[in-house]
T-cell receptor, first 112, second 112 residues
Framework: DQQVKQNSPSLSVQEGRISILNCDYT??????FLWYKKYPAEGPTFLIS?????DKNEDGRFTVFLNKSAKHLSLHIVPSQPGDSAVYFC???????????FGSGTKLNVKP | NAGVTQTPKFQVLKTGQSMTLQCAQD?????MYWYRQDPGMGLRLIYYSASEGTTDKGEVPNGYNVSRLNKREFSLRLESAAPSQTSVYFCAIATGASYEQYFGPGTRLTVT
């Protein structure tokens, strides 16, 4: 059973608007969360992360929000750009800091 | 994907054949990982190595073996390939401090 879930396989957004990608997890012992971006025929690249002691982390146009009580995190991209079109994976780090658990990904399409 | 190389990029095998996927890094990181990516499943951890000389099973280790040859190299072996092992395989490395993972470009494997 997947411990990290991304329930939206795809999302389409107009250029300049906000993109919100969601992720849920089941294991309350997860302490660190990451978002990765993946273009076709390439490996994923790290985007942004958040520790469980925080509820928000911001890096330029990208902000990750963490709601521990709901076991939910989200990635906000503002403003969205066509170059942001990619598959986004959320990941959680196990409590022994050795294993990463990935969601199934959300394909974002930003329309010009 | 600078710093993590994978060979080969593409491979077609017949059922029952064996092969080894190679991964090498030049970033001097301790931890190395092998993942497989399947449609709708995200990335699933096959094996990982927290340091030279150690390896541990991930979520989906059956049908695979690994070798951490030295700090730079981590190989994944399929002893008797099966069609269910058709997938894209990614090698990744991570530091112990920042938890970010750096991924290689992937190996696309088809087993007929």
């Amino acid at each position: 059973d997947q411990q990290v879930k991304q329930n939206s396989p795809s999302l389409s957004v107009q250029e300049g608007r906000i993109s919100i990608l969601n992720c849920d997890y089941t294991n309350s012992m997860f302490d660190y969360f990451l978002w990765y971006k993946k273009y076709p025929a390439e490996g994923p690249t790290f985007l942004i992360s958040i520790s469980s002691i925080k509820d928000k982390n911001e890096d330029g146009r990208f902000t990750v929000f963490l709601n521990k009580s709901a076991k939910h995190l989200s990635l906000h991209i503002v403003p969205s750009q066509p170059g942001d079109s990619a598959v986004y994976f959320c990941a959680a780090l196990s409590e022994n800091f050795n294993k990463f658990y990935f969601g199934s990904g959300t394909k974002l399409n930003v329309k010009p | 994907n600078a710093g993590v190389t994978q060979t080969p990029k593409f491979q077609v095998l017949k059922t029952g054949q064996s092969m080894t996927l190679q991964c090498a890094q030049d970033m001097n990181h301790n931890s190395m990982y092998w993942y497989r990516q399947d449609p709708g499943m995200g990335l699933r951890l096959i094996y990982y190595s927290a340091s030279e000389g150690t390896t541990d099973k991930g979520e989906v280790p059956n049908g695979y073996n690994v070798s951490r040859l030295n700090k730079r190299e981590f190989s994944l072996r399929l002893e008797s390939a099966a069609p269910s092992q058709t997938s894209v395989y990614f090698c990744a490395i991570a530091t112990g401090a920042s938890y970010e993972q750096y991924f290689g470009p992937g190996t696309r494997l088809t087993v007929t």
